[in-house]
C-alpha cells in the first residue's frame, strides 16, 4: 500500500512532532515513570488529540490509515507517549459508534478544548474475561449509581472522559453489561493506585475505585446491555493502532541498529553475513507488520467489518515488535544492554503491546473462532457463500 | 570436652510430596531425602558447643538404605564420624522400634556425654525419641530446649514450655532434644562438602545388635497417610444490603463455631 | 537431572539453593532497585567458598569441577542473577590465571581470588569494530622490560570493584588479531582510570563501566601474541557459567508463571487449565530441560580436560534464544500483573538477557561452530 502525498506529508509532520517532543524527553520519563502533563498541550496543537472525531465537532477526521501512519511515528518516538495520545482514541470510539449527537457533543468536547479520555472495561479480576466483571450500575431516578474498581487504566489520572462500563443487570451476565461516559474528576471516581510498569512508563496506567458514583441517564451508551458490543467495537477499532504503535517501535529499534553500526564500523560493508541477514529479516518483518497492519485500517476506512482484520493486525505488530527489538538487543550487545542505548527500552515498551487491548491470546481466540465458524455444518442446505 | 552423639532421621522432603486431588493420597515419586529440619539443628547445636568446648561429635540414624546419601550430607556439617544402620524395614518402625534400635548401637558404640536428637521428625513428629532413649539408657531426658550454655564446664539447658521457661543442669550423661529456634543451621561450604568425603562413616550391621525379633516389630501400626488440602466452602452472600449480608455471614460463621 | 550428578554435586546444588534462598532472596529487589554493590553478600559468598570454586586448594580454592561450580551459579541465579553475574565474572578472571598462569602468578594472585579478599574482571570489548581495530583498541607497547596499555575498554564487567582485571590488548595494531595477547592489570595501577558506573537494563547490583588505559603497567598473561587462542577459550568458558545463569532464571520465571497459573482464575477456571497457557508452560520448560542438558554436558568436558570450545559456543546460541523468549512468554502468562515492577517476573524479564551478551555479537558462536563442522 502506498501513502498518497497528503498521507505522507502528515506521517512527515508526525515524525517531526516526534524528534521535536518527544525522543529528546523520553528517555528520562522512562527513568523516573513521571506523567509528561506537557504533551497533551503540545499535542493540541498539532491536532493529535482528536485525529478521529468527526469534524462538525472541532475534531480533524482522519481516515482510520492516516491515524496509523501518525501512531506509527508517534510509536517510533516513544511508545509511552504512544500509548497516551493512541487510547485516547479507544476512549472516545465508543461515544463515537454507539453515542447520540449529544453525548458526542459532551465527550468530544473537552477532548478537542485539549484533554484526554479514557477507556475503562478492565477489573482486578477481569482481564481476558470480561464476563467476570463485578462493577455495577444500578438505576436510581434518572440517574445510575456505579459501584466497583476498575485497573490497568490508561491515563485515569489525567483523563478528562472516560468511558466506564458496569453490569445494569448482574444477572444477564455480558448480556447485562452497560456502557457510560463520564467525566474526569466526578465525585465518587477516585484513583487509589499509580501502576509502576515495566515499559511504557511515561504513559499513566491507575486502578479506579467507582463509590456510589452518580452518572446521569443522559449518559448511557445506546440501551442497558449493549456494553459488550460497545467494548468489542471499540477494541475493533483500537487494536491496528496498537499494531501502528508496534511498527513504529521495531522500525526504531532497526534504525537503531544502522545508527550503531554506523558508528562502529567506518566501512558498514565490513559487517559480516549474519549480521546483515539478521537486520534484513528485521526489514522483512517490520514491512509484512506495517502492511497488515494498514490493510486492517483500509478495511475499516471502506467501512467494511474488522473484527478478523483489526486482531490479526494487533497480533502481528506486536509480535513483530517484540521479536525485532530483541533481536536488536542481541544484535548490540553489552551497548545495547546499558542506558547508553534506546534499544533495551524498546524491548520493555515492545512486551506490553502483546499484552493491552486484548492479549495475543484472546486475538487468537477471536481469530481461530472466526475459522472455526466458517467451517462450522450449516443448519440448511443453502450454498455456503464467502 | 563433651563426647556428643546426635541421632537424627533421614526423611522425604515435604515440598517434593504432591498430593493427589481425587483420594488425598501422597505421590512422594518425586521426593528427596534430607536430614529432618530440626535434626540438622541438633547437628548444629552439637557442633556449636564443640566449638566453644572442644570434644567430637559422632552422628547416628536408622533408616532404609536410602539413608545412605543421608551420610556425605550429615559429615559436611561438621560432625567427626557418621554411623548408620540400614533395614529396609526402618520404613514401617514406630517410636519404640526406632529407639530399641538406635539404643542399641549407642551402648556399641560406647559412652557418650550428651546424646542430642531434634524435638520431633518432619515426617511423624511423635517426639518420643529423647523421652524413649532416655529411658532406656537409663539417662535423663531434657525436653524442649532452646538454648544450651556452659557455666564453668557445667551445662545449663533452658527449656520452652508452653507457660515459662525452665533452666535445668544435669550432673554426668543425657540425652537432649532441641527445638528449631535454638540455631540457624549453617549451610556448608564447598570445602565443607569436599572434606566430607575424608571423614570416617561405619555401617552398623542390624544383626550385630543381637535384638530380637518381638523387638523389631511395630505394634503402632500406620494404616494410611492422607493429604490435607484446605478446601473452601464458597459461600457467598448476595442477598439483601450490606446488614443483611453482614448478618448472614456473622451467623453462618457462629455456625461454624467461631463466636 | 540428579540421577547424572555424583553425591557431592547434589549437596553442592543444595547447598547453593539454600545460600541463595537465605541470602539472596531477601535482598534481591532491594539490590535491583538501588543497584548497589552487594559487599556483605559477596563476603558471604567467600565465606562458602563461592568465589574460588574450582581452584586448586593448594591456592585456598575449593577445586570442585567446573559441573559443581555451573550448579551453584544456576541456583544463585534463580533468586538474584545480579550477584550470580558478580561471581562468574569474578571466576572467569581466575580461570584464566589458574589456566595460562606462571608459577609465580598462581601464588601471587590466586590465593586471594579464592578467597574473596581480591575480585577479578576480565577487559575485552572495544568501541571499534573489534578488538584490536579503530582509534581506541587497546594496545600493548614495550616499556622498561614490561609492557604498558593505552586504549578503552567499554562494558567491563565488575569494573570498578575489581582489584585485578585481565585485559586483552594487541601487541601489534597492524597484526590485528594475530598479535592479541592477555594481560594482568592491578586496578591500583597509574593511567588505569574506570569511567562512570553504566546504568543497565538489569543486573543492576552487577557493576559495569569503560575502563581507560594510559599508559599502564601489565604483565603478559600466557604467552605474547597468543591471546586469540586464550581469548577463545576463556569466552567459551564463561559462555558455559553465563548459560548456566541463563537457565537458573528460565527455570525460575517458569516456575513462578506456572503458580500464577494455577491461582489466577478467568473464565472459572484456573487459567493453567487452558490449552494455550499449557502450550507456552510446556515450550518454555521444554527449552529450559534440553538448555540445562546441554549446560553440564559442556560443564563436564571442562571439568574433564575434554575440548569444548565448540559446545560451549553452541551451548551460549541456545541459551541467547532460550533467555529473553522465554520471558517473554512467561511475563504474558502473568498478564498486566506480570507487567508490573512489583511483581518479581517483570525483573526477571530485565535480568536475563544480560545473561547472555555477546562479547562480539558479529562473530562468535555461529563462527565457532561452523568452523568445527565445516
Redesign the interface.
Same mark, same amino acid.
Given at each position: 500500500m502506498i501513502l498518497t502525498p497528503e498521507q505522507q506529508e502528515i506521517q512527515r509532520l508526525a515524525r517531526e512532532f516526534a524528534e521535536k517532543h518527544i525522543i529528546p524527553v523520553a528517555a528520562e520519563y522512562d527513568r523516573t515513570g513521571e506523567f509528561p502533563e506537557f504533551i497533551i498541550e503540545a499535542a493540541k496543537k498539532a491536532d493529535l488529540l482528536a485525529m478521529g472525531i468527526p469534524k462538525q465537532f472541532g475534531g480533524r477526521a482522519l481516515d482510520a490509515v492516516t491515524q496509523g501512519v501518525i501512531l506509527e511515528e508517534l510509536g517510533y518516538g516513544c511508545a509511552g507517549f504512544a500509548t497516551i495520545l493512541g487510547v485516547n482514541g479507544l476512549g472516545y470510539y465508543a461515544p463515537l459508534l454507539a453515542g447520540t449527537e449529544e453525548q458526542k457533543k459532551f465527550y468530544f468536547a473537552p477532548i478537542v478544548a485539549g484533554g484526554l479520555s479514557a477507556f475503562a472495561l478492565?477489573e482486578p479480576? /477481569? *482481564?481476558? %474475561?470480561v464476563? /467476570?466483571g463485578k462493577s455495577t450500575a444500578k438505576k436510581i431516578g434518572d440517574e445510575y449509581i456505579l459501584n466497583g474498581s476498575k485497573?490497568?487504566i490508561t491515563s485515569g489520572a489525567y483523563a478528562k472522559m472516560f468511558t466506564i462500563f458496569a453490569l445494569t443487570d448482574p444477572s444477564k451476565g455480558l448480556k447485562g453489561l452497560s456502557g457510560f461516559i463520564v467525566k474526569g474528576g466526578s465525585p465518587g471516581l477516585v484513583v487509589t493506585k499509580h !501502576?509502576?510498569? &515495566? *515499559?511504557i512508563r511515561g504513559s499513566n496506567t491507575v486502578e479506579l475505585v467507582m463509590q456510589d458514583l452518580k452518572v446521569p441517564a443522559s449518559q448511557l451508551l445506546g440501551k442497558e446491555g449493549d456494553g459488550m458490543r460497545i467494548a468489542m467495537a471499540s477494541l475493533d477499532m483500537a487494536r491496528p493502532m496498537v499494531g501502528s504503535q508496534s511498527v513504529g517501535i521495531a522500525q526504531r529499534a532497526l534504525d537503531e541498529c544502522l545508527k550503531y553500526f554506523s558508528k562502529?564500523?567506518?566501512d558498514p560493508r $565490513? &559487517?559480516?553475513q549474519? /549480521?546483515q541477514f539478521k537486520l534484513a529479516d528485521m526489514r522483512i518483518q517490520i514491512e509484512a507488520a506495517r502492511q497488515t497492519v494498514r490493510h486492517a485500517l483500509s478495511v475499516k476506512d471502506a467501512g467494511l467489518p474488522i473484527t478478523m482484520d483489526s486482531a490479526i493486525a494487533k497480533t502481528m505488530g506486536s509480535d513483530t515488535a517484540?521479536h525485532v527489538t530483541?533481536e536488536a538487543? /542481541? &544484535? &548490540? *550487545?553489552?551497548?545495547g544492554?546499558?542506558? %547508553?542505548c534506546v534499544v !533495551?527500552k524498546l524491548?520493555?515498551d515492545a $512486551?506490553?503491546q502483546?499484552?493491552?487491548e486484548g492479549?495475543?491470546?484472546v486475538q487468537?481466540l477471536v481469530i481461530a473462532g472466526q475459522l472455526i465458524a466458517s467451517i462450522m455444518p450449516k443448519a440448511t442446505t443453502a450454498k455456503a457463500g464467502r | 570436652m563433651p563426647k556428643i552423639l546426635v541421632c537424627y532421621k533421614w526423611v522425604l522432603d515435604e515440598q517434593d510430596i504432591r498430593i493427589n486431588p481425587n483420594d488425598l493420597s501422597l505421590d512422594v515419586s518425586r521426593a528427596k531425602g534430607k536430614i529432618s529440619d530440626f535434626d540438622r539443628n541438633a547437628i548444629e547445636e552439637a557442633v556449636l558447643l564443640v566449638e566453644r568446648l572442644g570434644g567430637t561429635v559422632d552422628a547416628l540414624t536408622y533408616g532404609t538404605p536410602a539413608a545412605k546419601q543421608s551420610l556425605k550430607d550429615v559429615l559436611s556439617r561438621g560432625p567427626n564420624k557418621v554411623y548408620w544402620i540400614q533395614d529396609p524395614a526402618a520404613e514401617k518402625a514406630d517410636a519404640h522400634v526406632i529407639a530399641t534400635v538406635l539404643a542399641g548401637a549407642i551402648r556399641r558404640i560406647g559412652s557418650y556425654d550428651l546424646i542430642i536428637c531434634g524435638e520431633g521428625s518432619s515426617d511423624s513428629y511423635n517426639q518420643q525419641m529423647a523421652s524413649r532413649l532416655a529411658a532406656t539408657l537409663d539417662l535423663p531426658a531434657v525436653t524442649f530446649t532452646s538454648q544450651i550454655t556452659s557455666d564453668n564446664g557445667t551445662l545449663k539447658f533452658t527449656r520452652k514450655l508452653d507457660d515459662c521457661t525452665e533452666v535445668a543442669t544435669v550432673s554426668g550423661p543425657a540425652v537432649v532434644s532441641v527445638l528449631g529456634e535454638i540455631n540457624h543451621p549453617r549451610i556448608p561450604g564447598l570445602k565443607q562438602v569436599l572434606g566430607a568425603s575424608k571423614k570416617p562413616s561405619e555401617e552398623i550391621k542390624l544383626a550385630d545388635l543381637g535384638l530380637s525379633p518381638q523387638e523389631l516389630t511395630p505394634r503402632a501400626i500406620r494404616k494410611s497417610v492422607k493429604g490435607f488440602v484446605m478446601s473452601r466452602k464458597n459461600v457467598i452472600f448476595k442477598d439483601g444490603d450490606a446488614a443483611h449480608k453482614v448478618a448472614q455471614l456473622v451467623a453462618s460463621l457462629a455456625k461454624e463455631g467461631l463466636s | 537431572m540428579s540421577y547424572l550428578l555424583t553425591e557431592d554435586q547434589q549437596l553442592i546444588q543444595k547447598n547453593a539453593r539454600d545460600f541463595a534462598k537465605q541470602y539472596l532472596e531477601p535482598m534481591a529487589v532491594q539490590l535491583d532497585k538501588t543497584g548497589e554493590f552487594p559487599a556483605e553478600v559477596v563476603k558471604k559468598l567467600a565465606s562458602h567458598d563461592f568465589l574460588g570454586w574450582f581452584l586448586p586448594a593448594e591456592f585456598g580454592g575449593a577445586e570442585v569441577g567446573y559441573v559443581s561450580y555451573a550448579l551453584g551459579v544456576e541456583e544463585l541465579s534463580r533468586a538474584s542473577a545480579a550477584v550470580a553475574s558478580i561471581v562468574v565474572n569474578h571466576s572467569s578472571a581466575a580461570y584464566a590465571i589458574n589456566r595460562w598462569g606462571t608459577a609465580e602468578q598462581k601464588k601471587k594472585y590466586l590465593p586471594a581470588l579464592a578467597k574473596g579478599e581480591k575480585l577479578g574482571a576480565v577487559a575485552m570489548s572495544e568501541p571499534g569494530p573489534s578488538v584490536g581495530q579503530g582509534p581506541e583498541a587497546v594496545i600493548a607497547t614495550q616499556q622498561d622490560g614490561g609492557y604498558v596499555l593505552n586504549g578503552c575498554k567499554c562494558y567491563v564487567a565488575n569494573a570498578g570493584v575489581a582489584d585485578l582485571y585481565v585485559v586483552f590488548g594487541c601487541t601489534d595494531p597492524a597484526a590485528g588479531a594475530k598479535s592479541l595477547t592477555a594481560f594482568l592489570v592491578s586496578a591500583k595501577a597509574a593511567g588505569l582510570e574506570v569511567g562512570a558506573k553504566k546504568s543497565t537494563m538489569g543486573l543492576r547490583a552487577r557493576p559495569t563501566a569503560d575502563v581507560v588505559f594510559r599508559n599502564v603497567a601489565a604483565e603478559v598473561l600466557g604467552t605474547v601474541n597468543a591471546g586469540t587462542p586464550i581469548a577463545a577459550e576463556l569466552l567459551a568458558a564463561l559462555a558455559v557459567a553465563e548459560a548456566a545463569q541463563t537457565v537458573g532464571v528460565v527455570g525460575f520465571a517458569v516456575e513462578h508463571a506456572a503458580k500464577y497459573a494455577q491461582q489466577r482464575v478467568q473464565f472459572g477456571r484456573p487459567i493453567s487449565a487452558f490449552q494455550a497457557i499449557q502450550t507456552i508452560l510446556a515450550e518454555v520448560s521444554t527449552n529450559c530441560y534440553v538448555a540445562r542438558l546441554a549446560v553440564y554436558d559442556a560443564a563436564a568436558l571442562i571439568e574433564q580436560g575434554k575440548p569444548f570450545t565448540t559446545e560451549a559456543a553452541m551451548v551460549k546460541l541456545f541459551a541467547q534464544r532460550l533467555g529473553i523468549n522465554s520471558l517473554v512468554e512467561t511475563l504474558q502468562i502473568e498478564g498486566g500483573y506480570g507487567y508490573s515492577e512489583e511483581m518479581f517476573m517483570a525483573k526477571l524479564f530485565r535480568d536475563v538477557s544480560g545473561t547472555t551478551i555477546l562479547e562480539s555479537p558479529l562473530e562468535f558462536p555461529e563462527q565457532v561452530i561452523a568452523a568445527s563442522i565445516a
Open positions: 478492565t479480576a /477481569a *482481564g481476558s %474475561d464476563s /467476570a485497573c490497568f !501502576e509502576n510498569k &515495566l *515499559g562502529k564500523y567506518p $565490513k &559487517l559480516g549474519a /549480521a517484540m530483541t538487543l /542481541a &544484535l &548490540l *550487545g553489552a551497548y544492554y546499558s542506558h %547508553d !533495551e524491548v520493555r $512486551k506490553i502483546q499484552l493491552y492479549t495475543n491470546q487468537r | - | -
